[in-house]
């Protein structure tokens, strides 16, 4: 439980680590297993995504432009001249809502706390659209997760052999429409005497 939370929330802070795996794979067994409470799941990840994000705003502020360049120098594709501009714009232009909506996004996710820092967007607005991403986030996947997965573990306890006889089936299908195409795509042999 607390191993999921420090890893969204080192995700947060500008750590590239898979910090949605480990929250929906948090859920789904918090779904099966009845010793992992979701709302204690869901608390743990939000706290690791409001207070890693918050650590990363303090890196970017602190570090600033330095250390884009330096991210710069170390990986340009990702933090190059064009793409910090890009960055800076979309921050300018939409500001909190790149924040908010930076938690939904993978690589965002990472970036969104330390870039606000480097491009001196007030704490106050920052920190408004962390909690709301983060609470939204991390609280409204835990729960939907868990509820899929509760919801999932009944429904296919009642059909779980009408699943396995389809999913059988629809292997054995796939299987003779690849072999029939890969026969169809194969280029005819060349008849003796031509």
């Known amino acids: 439980m607390r ?13 590239p680590l898979p910090g949605e795996i480990v929250l929906v794979s948090s859920a789904l067994l918090a779904s099966q297993h009845g010793d992992i409470d979701p709302v204690v799941l869901g608390a743990g990840a939000t706290a690791g995504a409001i207070i890693g994000d918050s650590i990363g705003y303090a890196i970017g502020r602190r570090g600033g432009r330095p250390l884009l360049a330096w991210l710069g120098a170390k ?9 910090i501009a890009t960055a800076e714009r979309s ?5 909190m809502w790149a924040v908010f909506f930076g938690r939904f996004i993978a690589l965002l996710r990472i970036l969104a706390g330390p870039l606000a820092g480097v491009l001196r967007m007030p704490y106050g607005k920052f920190l408004t659209a962390n909690v709301l991403g983060g609470v939204l986030w991390a609280g409204g996947t835990t729960a939907v997760i868990h509820y899929v ?15 396995l006889v389809l999913a059988v089936l629809i292997g054995i299908t ?8 890969a026969r169809k795509a194969a280029p005819e042999p060349a008849m003796a005497g031509e």
Do not use: C
């Open 75 to 83: 990986f340009p594709r990702h933090f190059g001249e064009g793409h």
């Open 149 to 163: 997965g509760v919801v999932a573990e009944s429904w296919l306890k009642r059909f779980s052999w009408l699943g």
């Open 174 to 181: 796939s299987m003779l429409v690849l072999k029939r195409k």
């Open 91 to 95: 921050f300018r232009k939409w500001g």
């Open 3 to 15: 191993t999921g939370g420090l890893v969204i929330g080192l995700e947060s802070l500008g750590i």
